[in-house]
């Protein structure tokens, strides 16, 4: 049976165009389809937060602007990009994925405004924070959003493969932004992006559907009950506060929040620390800076790959998920401590492909470690949650930086300084998560187990929901 296209969505009667009525092959392709444009949507996002990074050199010679003053405002989307999240999240339980994700592209094609309008340090700090209020709810939503298109055991893959646009979103842009600024300007590059966004847009208002998987109960509605499970009638709440002060939760979190610190810093002072220490031009700075970009999509998947081969073959999530989190940061921070020791400069290139790029792949799996501590009615508000708690890595990151590189007799001496503080932060907390990440312990203490006493007290669904992945 052919996908759906376009056309059948707007016209037929309201049981054709439902998704719980279509069969499973044309739920299931237009289901990647939405996944296929949303990972767009997702690598559109991370081009406009890595454009200033681009952009930095001859950005800050324009307007006069210090180390400080940029990584200030490297930091300034990531003050609202949290807050919008914590707003978000009771949301994104309740109104249409569609029209949430529609609103925030729009919200942060609409932020390119100021910095296009008056070329100014204050018009690119109002740029970058309504930028940040934008992006802020978008990875959480996004992957929300496609859950509700795939069965449970069918949503890891989906999951993996919009997780990528992360890095992707660095591959395919960065070099074509860096030539663009040299050629036309860094205020472009900007439009450009604008542009790319309100085009994305009048698509989605189109093609943007929900899914129908809203929940476990639904899921068997629609597709039956297998042999092995029981009907499920309802889902009861934990309360978010206990989910969060699970150590489970506070470390696998904690080492994605130093991992965003990481990327971060790589998006926001790599293509500078390219041109000023290192001598390669502006164009040849984008193309470098998409180096552990790419290995960050291969990372990313591949991990994500590894820990459901891990799960199906029985092995607990502890070691499946816990242990490839705490053992990729531990490897990653290494690899930036490394990178600021060696005299080098091809040896100290590769390790910062290796330090930098493995970082964004963290946050796959750190949502999948939340989606365990949690059912499947909370998951929106508790990823939302954890992406605010996590992301905020990136308000630190531009802005301690700033002050190293500013302060540092020479600027290699101040790059060589945030890059150590970052892999070592990075390292430290890759080991505690080895230590202290245990779902199955914390899902017993959390009542989602029915084998442990508080399940009598917040009886939930016993399902391990599904995971989803960030930012």
């Known amino acids: 049976m052919s996908a759906p296209t376009l056309p059948d969505l707007a016209t037929g009667s309201a049981s054709a165009r439902d998704p719980r009525h279509w069969s499973s092959t044309k739920r299931n392709r237009y289901g990647w389809f939405i996944t296929v444009s949303l990972l767009f949507l997702m690598m559109l996002s991370w081009a406009d937060k890595a454009v200033l990074g681009i952009a930095a050199v001859p950005l800050m010679k324009d307007l006069g602007i210090t180390p400080e003053q940029f990584g200030l405002v490297g930091s300034a989307m990531f003050l609202t990009f949290g807050i919008a999240q914590l707003v978000a999240a009771p949301i994104a339980n309740k109104v249409s994925s569609k029209w949430i994700l529609l609103v925030l592209c729009l919200l942060w094609s609409i932020a390119q405004a100021p910095i296009l309008l008056f070329a100014s340090l204050p018009a690119l700090w109002a740029s970058r924070l309504l930028l940040g209020a934008g992006e802020g709810p978008l990875a959480p939503v996004l992957m929300h959003g496609i859950y509700k298109w ?28 860096a030539w ?197 009615a909370q998951r929106g508000a508790n990823l939302s949650i954890a992406n605010a708690v996590l992301t905020t890595g990136g308000v630190f990151a531009p802005a301690v930086s700033g002050f190293l590189i500013g302060g540092a007799g020479t600027p290699a001496d101040g790059y060589k300084a945030a890059f150590a503080l970052a892999g070592g932060l990075m390292l430290a907390f890759g080991l505690l998560a080895l230590l202290f990440v245990n779902q199955q312990r914390d899902r017993r203490r959390l009542g989602l187990d029915a084998t442990h006493p508080l399940a009598s007290a917040y009886p939930v669904e016993a399902d391990t929901p599904r995971a989803a992945v960030n930012a």
């Open 180 to 376: 663009v600024i040299g050629q036309f300007g860094w205020q472009t590059a900007f439009a450009l992006l604008a542009i790319i966004g309100l085009v994305w847009a009048v698509f989605w208002v189109i093609a943007g559907k929900e899914g129908p998987y809203t929940s476990r109960q639904a899921e068997q509605e629609i597709d039956g009950i297998a042999a092995d499970e029981e009907p499920v009638m309802e889902e009861r709440k934990v309360p978010y506060l206990r989910t969060i002060l699970s150590p489970s939760w506070v470390f696998a979190v904690l080492a994605s929040f130093f991992g965003y610190w990481t990327f971060t810093l790589a998006m926001s002072w790599g293509p500078a620390y390219f041109q000023n220490v290192l001598g390669f031009t502006g164009q040849q700075s984008g193309t470098m800076i998409a180096l552990p970009a790419a290995w960050g999509a291969i990372a990313t998947v591949g991990l994500s790959a590894l820990t459901q081969r891990l799960h199906i073959k029985g092995v607990p999530t502890q070691k499946a998920r816990g242990w490839v989190l705490g053992g990729s940061a531990a490897f990653a921070g290494a690899c930036l401590v490394a990178a600021t020791l060696t005299d080098s400069p091809v040896l100290s290139i590769a390790l910062m492909v290796f330090g930098f790029g493995t970082a964004p792949a963290l946050f796959a799996i750190t949502y999948l470690v939340v989606a365990e501590l949690t059912t499947i």
């Open 150 to 177: 795939f069965p449970e055991k069918k949503g890891a893959t989906p999951a993996a493969l919009a997780s990528s646009g992360v890095t992707l979103g660095i591959v395919a842009f960065a070099p074509v932004l």
